[in-house]
């Protein structure tokens, strides 16, 4: 195994082991601050909810873009030809 | 392990490759369109409960359009509520045995996004006429032209990565566990597979609405009276 194969797979797991911390710790706050909304406010629970749900969706997408490096860095990796 | 990136043709018909995805997406549509055909043939004032369960899957397409987007639903329902139901029965492909989601190649991601990214212009120019739809590029001042262009491929690309991110991420690790370990152990990871699927065309569906209300009720909005 050459030095280049072994940079590209130890940098696709650092890319998906931090890329999740920081949508992990927004993930957490975002439905910290819906739960207290909701309980709050119960009747306006729906509307909460489906911002909840886009707002997730928009911060998941963070942690999928770290998935998607670390799935060209090991598959489709232009150096390893 | 096959990559998840790459696609393989199963057959050729003339010079073109067709690939599993291809022919899943066929099988939907004929699902959909021969269903729908069938279904709504005889259509009365006392529903069936297959017509019921079909109404009652419309009128909660249009509240969460109009819940979302703050207009009638009509000229959108089509669209939007094709968007969800294409993108439903395709995450949910897995439960055939055999079948992937074709929502886990990133071609069909692409498609769909790209659907998307011509359909707010359609429905921008629609609203506001071509001028009134290029003046929401120019929301909230001119200075914003470069930073509103930027997002609006940028929105459309991030639409494709998270679905097919999503998806193919649920898949991947599926067949990772199942070549793990045996036979009931990836069960409770395809149960989340399934939930990730309904949330990930929800969530697709309503974003759609997000970026055509945006365009739209910026082409309407009256511009600020000068000082």
């Avoid at chain 1, 942690?63 to 390893?80: D, E, K, S, T």
Wanted: aromatic fraction near 8%.
């Amino acid at each position: 195994m050459n030095w280049l194969a072994f940079i590209s797979i130890f940098s696709a797991a650092m890319a998906v082991s931090f890329g999740a911390i920081g949508p992990a710790l927004g993930e957490g706050r975002a439905v910290a601050a819906a739960m207290d909304a909701i309980a709050r406010q119960p009747e306006s629970a729906s509307t909460i909810s489906r911002t909840l749900f886009v707002g997730l969706a928009m911060i998941e997408t963070m942690a999928i873009y770290c998935l998607v490096i670390a799935l060209l860095l090991l598959f489709a990796n232009p150096l390893l030809k | 392990m096959n990559s998840p990136l790459a696609s393989v043709p199963l057959f050729h018909i003339g010079s073109m490759p067709m690939t599993e995805p291809v022919i899943a997406t066929w099988g939907i549509i004929a699902l959909l369109g021969i269903g729908g055909c069938v279904v709504t043939r005889r259509l009365s004032l006392s529903p069936s409960p297959v017509q019921a369960a079909l109404e009652l899957l419309v009128e909660a397409i249009d509240s969460q359009i109009r819940d979302t987007m703050a207009v009638e639903p009509a000229p959108y329902r089509a669209f939007i509520g094709t968007l969800f139901v294409y993108v439903f029965i395709a995450n949910w492909c897995t439960l055939v045995p055999g079948v992937e989601p074709p929502t886990a190649h990133i071609e069909t991601d692409a498609a769909l996004a790209l659907l998307v990214f011509l359909a707010v212009i359609w429905f921008g120019i629609r609203a506001a006429g071509l001028r009134g739809y290029l003046a929401t590029f120019a929301v909230p001042s001119p200075i914003m032209i470069p930073i509103n262009m930027i997002e609006s491929l940028s929105r459309i690309f991030s639409l494709m990565v998270r679905l097919f991110g999503n998806v193919m991420s649920g898949v991947f690790m599926v067949s990772i566990v199942l070549s793990l370990a045996g036979l009931l152990v990836p069960l409770p990871l395809m149960a989340l597979d399934l939930l990730t699927g309904a949330i990930q065309a929800y969530i697709f569906a309503i974003l759609a609405a997000v970026f055509i209300a945006s365009v739209v009720s910026d082409g309407e909005a009256k511009p600020l009276p000068s000082k």
